[in-house]
């Protein structure tokens, strides 16, 4: 069931222009993702849900009813910042019972949530600390702790772990999505990192330039991308021409695949292969030249130079790439296992 | 020895160096005016041997027991009491609404807070005189119509450790995520903002006092008898007891600032006051 609808949001300030026909549903319960480089809107969509700018023009629904007119206060949403925006003179537990105690909640029955709150965010020992003395991820947990504190029907998450060091933002990020599965709420988290997009969401909305370009699942948006923007956003990608046969097959570094969607009208084509969809075999009469060879674990991600097709990543099993060498002679091709391409127009890609 | 620890050795020496004279500057002119106002041996008597001799606080104690120094210190405690009060009132809703709610006003806001500055005190004087002589006549007629004026003037340095104070507290999320929990905007005011500008009000309150005891421009054209223009009179009659006063006030109010920036560290308080 739909719970948010944006419709045509669009958002000017000044000349510049914030959101241009934002458009989205969201479903209850699910977390959805904004995910977009710098200035694409992404947070002046959630501030414009959250009451804090106002559209210029557009519609926003909860739950069918119209929300454009109320107050941020008569919205009923949570949010989570990116800096941290706990109260300074107040503890962590006065934080979390700030907003109940503003909609008046009873002592016994706000004790109780405040409570349970402290509980499933495991903030037990910083309960009675003021926020000069916790540490960032600790803050962060207070805010989000703050946030679900008063049932919010919605949880706005504005890039909540961008402040934070890596390892912590990990965590975080794991602990955000184990409290919104446990509570259910329906959560919008807004990030430009896309590994935090799509480790965690639903379904990632992929923005540019004020527009939703695709909204779609983390695995979909990967390997069914809409267009060439969100190919190249998404994940590494290396980009090869494809002819059309006359089977309607297209062919890519000699091998033949099918289009997994728009099939580029006339015969030639741009196809997206990802860095783990290639196979090198190392031959001196192959073409490219290994350039630089990173050990990541599991995988090792190799850059080849080719004369055709410029600088092509490729990632291997780390125990193939151990084969190589750097300046060895390789052919590159796509793996046997590949059947299927992403394909964008010459004019587009 | 390298080239590299002789060099930093000299640069340590320079800097000590460089130190010691700009304290020097500072505090010589004080130890100079302490003598003449603590010793009664005058200069061209005063020998190796006489240094520890005629050493007195009377002439401070005459200033402190002089009915008009005392009836001028009260009436300038009065003038800091409601110069504070008037200053904040104008200036703590001016920048809370310029930093949450229009941010953009502030490059305007700020340059505005420095017009006092620009205008002479005998300008504001004369002009403000002039048109309240006539259509106020009562307001210039007492000790407290400098209040506007100190409140004024103090407003530059004020208004920039209060914006300076909001920003640090990064009111405008603070707001938004109050406002967000549905609090209404005197509560947030209230329980949130308010609070959190403690120390940066504090701040301007010691910069309004230490302002306040110090003017003597604006009392003076006025015609008021505060303590700065009590001091310069009763120092034309009696030179050691008047320097004695003005180093006591002086001493007086460091300790106080002192003690006051004491007091807010210990709350965990810290002065924001970049730009000032």
Same mark, same amino acid.
């Given at each position: 069931m739909t719970i948010v609808s944006m419709k045509g949001i669009a958002k000017s300030f000044g000349s510049s222009v914030a959101l241009a026909d934002f458009t989205i549903d969201i479903r209850s319960g699910e977390l959805i993702c904004l995910l977009g480089p710098s200035g694409c809107g992404k947070t002046t969509a959630l501030r414009i849900l959250a009451g804090f700018e106002r559209a210029d023009s557009g519609t926003m629904l909860i739950d069918s009813k119209d929300?454009?007119?109320?107050?941020?206060?008569?919205?009923?949403?949570?949010?989570?910042?990116?800096?941290?925006?706990?109260?300074?003179?107040?503890?962590?537990?006065?934080?979390?019972?700030?907003?109940?105690?503003?909609?008046?909640?009873?002592?016994?029955?706000?004790?109780?949530?405040?409570?349970?709150?402290?509980?499933?965010?495991?903030?037990?020992?910083?309960?009675?600390?003021?926020?000069?003395?916790?540490?960032?991820?600790?803050?962060?947990?207070?805010?989000?702790?703050?946030?679900?504190?008063?049932?919010?029907?919605?949880?706005?998450?504005?890039?909540?772990?961008?402040?934070?060091?890596?390892?912590?933002?990990?965590?975080?990020?794991?602990?955000?999505?184990?409290?919104?599965?446990?509570?259910?709420?329906?959560?919008?988290?807004?990030?430009?990192?896309?590994?935090?997009?799509?480790?965690?969401?639903?379904?990632?909305?992929?923005?540019?330039?004020?527009?939703?370009?695709?909204?779609?699942?983390?695995?979909?948006?990967?390997?069914?991308?809409?267009?060439?923007?969100?190919?190249?956003?998404?994940?590494?990608?290396?980009?090869?021409?494809?002819?059309?046969?006359?089977?309607?097959?297209w062919e890519v570094l000699s091998k033949q695949l099918n289009s997994i969607i728009a099939p580029a009208n006339g015969a030639v084509a741009r196809a997206v292969i990802r860095p783990e969809q290639i196979a090198l075999d190392v031959r001196d009469d192959g073409d490219g030249t290994i350039l630089t060879i990173s050990f990541l674990g599991a995988i090792s991600r190799v850059i080849v130079a080719d004369p055709t097709h410029g600088h092509i990543v490729a990632d291997l099993i780390s125990a193939d790439a151990a084969r190589l060498r750097i300046g060895d002679r390789v052919a590159i091709r796509i793996r046997d296992d590949v059947t299927e391409v992403v394909l964008f127009g010459v004019d587009v890609a | 020895?390298?080239?590299?620890?002789?060099?930093?050795?000299?640069?340590?020496?320079?800097?000590?160096?460089?130190?010691?004279?700009?304290?020097?500057?500072?505090?010589?002119?004080?130890?100079?005016?302490?003598?003449?106002?603590?010793?009664?041996?005058?200069?061209?008597?005063?020998?190796?041997?006489?240094?520890?001799?005629?050493?007195?606080?009377?002439?401070?104690?005459?200033?402190?027991?002089?009915?008009?120094?005392?009836? !001028? &210190?009260?009436?300038?405690?009065?003038?800091?009491? $409601?110069?504070?009060? #008037?200053? =904040? *009132?104008?200036?703590?809703? %001016?920048?809370?609404?310029?930093?949450?709610?229009?941010?953009?006003?502030?490059?305007?806001?700020?340059?505005?807070?420095?017009?006092?500055?620009?205008?002479?005190?005998?300008?504001?004087?004369?002009?403000?005189? !002039? &048109?309240?002589?006539?259509?106020?006549?009562?307001? $210039?007629?007492?000790? #407290?119509? =400098? *209040?506007?004026?100190?409140? %004024?003037?103090?407003?530059?340095?004020?208004?920039?450790?209060?914006?300076?104070?909001?920003?640090?507290?990064?009111?405008?999320?603070?707001y938004e995520a109050a406002r967000g929990m549905g609090a209404s905007f005197p509560a947030v005011m209230l329980r949130v903002i308010l609070p959190n500008m403690r120390s940066s009000m504090i701040a301007s309150a010691a910069l309004t006092t230490a302002l306040v005891l110090g003017e003597f421009a604006f009392a003076s054209l006025l015609l008021k008898s505060t303590l700065p223009t009590e001091m310069v009179t009763f120092e034309r009659s009696d030179p050691r007891g008047g320097l004695a006063l003005a180093l006591f006030v002086m001493v007086f109010t460091a300790v106080i600032l002192g003690l006051v920036v004491r007091a807010m560290r210990r709350r965990g308080l810290t002065f924001h006051a970049s730009g000032v």
């Amino acid at each position: 069931m739909t719970i948010v609808s944006m419709k045509g949001i669009a958002k000017s300030f000044g000349s510049s222009v914030a959101l241009a026909d934002f458009t989205i549903d969201i479903r209850s319960g699910e977390l959805i993702c904004l995910l977009g480089p710098s200035g694409c809107g992404k947070t002046t969509a959630l501030r414009i849900l959250a009451g804090f700018e106002r559209a210029d023009s557009g519609t926003m629904l909860i739950d069918s009813k119209d929300i454009s007119d109320l107050p941020p206060e008569k919205r009923g949403f949570g949010m989570v910042f990116q800096e941290y925006s706990l109260f300074p003179n107040m503890t962590a537990r006065q934080n979390i019972e700030f907003g109940l105690r503003m909609q008046k909640i009873g002592g016994a029955s706000r004790k109780e949530t405040v409570d349970r709150m402290i509980d499933i965010t495991r903030l037990e020992e910083h309960a009675d600390k003021f926020p000069h003395q916790m540490s960032g991820g600790q803050k962060q947990r207070v805010a989000l702790a703050r946030a679900i504190a008063i049932s919010p029907r919605v949880l706005l998450l504005d890039e909540p772990l961008s402040a934070l060091d890596a390892k912590v933002r990990e965590s975080l990020r794991d602990e955000i999505r184990r409290l919104q599965l446990e509570i259910g709420v329906t959560t919008i988290f807004v990030t430009h990192d896309q590994y935090e997009a799509l480790a965690i969401a639903d379904r990632v909305g992929v923005m540019s330039n004020g527009r939703l370009e695709q909204l779609a699942s983390p695995r979909e948006l990967y390997e069914a991308p809409a267009n060439s923007f969100i190919a190249e956003f998404i994940g590494t990608t290396n980009t090869f021409s494809a002819q059309r046969r006359p089977d309607n097959k297209w062919e890519v570094l000699s091998k033949q695949l099918n289009s997994i969607i728009a099939p580029a009208n006339g015969a030639v084509a741009r196809a997206v292969i990802r860095p783990e969809q290639i196979a090198l075999d190392v031959r001196d009469d192959g073409d490219g030249t290994i350039l630089t060879i990173s050990f990541l674990g599991a995988i090792s991600r190799v850059i080849v130079a080719d004369p055709t097709h410029g600088h092509i990543v490729a990632d291997l099993i780390s125990a193939d790439a151990a084969r190589l060498r750097i300046g060895d002679r390789v052919a590159i091709r796509i793996r046997d296992d590949v059947t299927e391409v992403v394909l964008f127009g010459v004019d587009v890609a | 020895m390298t080239s590299q620890a002789a060099a930093q050795k000299r640069s340590h020496i320079f800097r000590a160096a460089f130190l010691i004279l700009i304290a020097g500057y500072f505090a010589l002119p004080l130890l100079a005016m302490a003598r003449f106002a603590f010793q009664n041996v005058p200069m061209a008597l005063l020998t190796p041997e006489k240094l520890l001799t005629g050493w007195s606080a009377a002439g401070l104690q005459t200033a402190l027991t002089d009915p008009q120094i005392i009836s !001028a &210190t009260w009436t300038s405690i009065q003038i800091v009491v $409601l110069s504070i009060i #008037l200053n =904040l *009132v104008i200036l703590v809703p %001016l920048a809370i609404v310029t930093e949450v709610r229009n941010p953009a006003l502030r490059p305007i806001i700020t340059a505005l807070t420095l017009l006092p500055w620009v205008i002479p005190p005998i300008a504001l004087v004369v002009g403000v005189a !002039a &048109t309240f002589r006539i259509a106020a006549p009562w307001f $210039l007629a007492s000790n #407290l119509s =400098l *209040v506007p004026f100190y409140a %004024l003037w103090a407003m530059p340095f004020t208004y920039r450790l209060l914006d300076a104070g909001l920003r640090a507290i990064n009111a405008r999320t603070l707001y938004e995520a109050a406002r967000g929990m549905g609090a209404s905007f005197p509560a947030v005011m209230l329980r949130v903002i308010l609070p959190n500008m403690r120390s940066s009000m504090i701040a301007s309150a010691a910069l309004t006092t230490a302002l306040v005891l110090g003017e003597f421009a604006f009392a003076s054209l006025l015609l008021k008898s505060t303590l700065p223009t009590e001091m310069v009179t009763f120092e034309r009659s009696d030179p050691r007891g008047g320097l004695a006063l003005a180093l006591f006030v002086m001493v007086f109010t460091a300790v106080i600032l002192g003690l006051v920036v004491r007091a807010m560290r210990r709350r965990g308080l810290t002065f924001h006051a970049s730009g000032v």
